[in-house]
T-cell receptor, first 109, second 114 residues
Framework: GQNIDQPTEMTATEGAIVQINCTYQTSGFNGLFWYQQHAGEAPTFLSY??LDGLEEKGRFSSFLSRSKGYSYLLLKELQMKDSASYLC??????????WGAGTKLIIKP | DAMVIQNPRYQVTQFGKPVTLSCSQT?????MYWYQQKSSQAPKLLFHYYDKDFNNEADTPDNFQSRRPNTSFCFLDIRSPGLGDAAMYLCATSRVQGSYNEQFFGPGTRLTVL
């Protein structure tokens, strides 16, 4: 079966750095997405990785290792507004998104 | 601004009373999706339309139906809502370009079943 694993919840301090991991087992691979979702709101796109390596976009970076079935989202200089759930999603061989359950990130002052 | 719009944002219905949720988009995307998301869970794909082609997920209950009368609009009909159907319903769109398929989400409709 297809599976996306990510931690249920993480806590970090304002101004610090946090890394959210995602491992996946899917039928084929056509890219990995990270989305941010604030409570009661829709997911918003953060990043897309299809080749191995690090993609940097401002305070957020995303890394992919296809051979290990592994990605992480790195958030730097954490702000209170970064408190949200972060969803990892993989596009399989049928171009369907397989979603993880999300990691709830709690930022403390 | 180009966007995905969902109406209503909050919907309350009674057990067994049919309800229709609507989604419209100004992005001119060829693919539209309906997801169900319950608290602290991953979005669950119910259906998607690739242009006019309807694709039903194997485990989507028959109680859920969908219509896409034109490129811009898509509807989700729940024929006889049960208590277990209370959830956030998310509409998303994408323009498939090779393997890249970023999905743009509407704000969602939160459905309460009494």
């Amino acid at each position: 079966g297809q599976n996306i694993d990510q931690p249920t919840e993480m806590t970090a301090t304002e101004g610090a750095i946090v890394q959210i991991n995602c491992t996946y087992q899917t039928s084929g691979f056509n890219g990995l997405f990270w989305y941010q979702q604030h409570a009661g709101e829709a997911p918003t796109f953060l990043s897309y990785n299809v080749l191995d390596g690090l993609e940097e976009k401002g305070r957020f970076s995303s890394f992919l290792s296809r051979s290990k079935g592994y990605s992480y989202l790195l958030l730097k200089e954490l702000q209170m507004k970064d408190s949200a759930s972060y969803l990892c999603a993989v596009m399989d061989s049928n171009y369907q998104l397989i979603w993880g359950a999300g990691t709830k990130l709690i930022i403390k002052p | 601004d180009a966007m995905v719009i969902q109406n209503p944002r909050y919907q309350v219905t009674q057990f067994g009373k049919p309800v229709t949720l609507s989604c419209s988009q100004t992005l001119n995307h060829n693919v539209m999706y309906w997801y169900q998301q319950k608290s602290s869970q991953a979005p669950k794909l119910l259906f998607h339309y690739y242009d006019k082609d309807f694709n039903n997920e194997a485990d989507t209950p028959d109680n859920f139906q969908s219509r896409r009368p034109n490129t811009s609009f898509c509807f989700l009909d729940i024929r006889s809502p049960g208590l277990g159907d209370a959830a956030m319903y998310l509409c998303a769109t994408s323009r498939v370009q090779g393997s890249y398929n970023e999905q743009f989400f509407g704000p969602g409709t939160r459905l309460t079943v009494l």
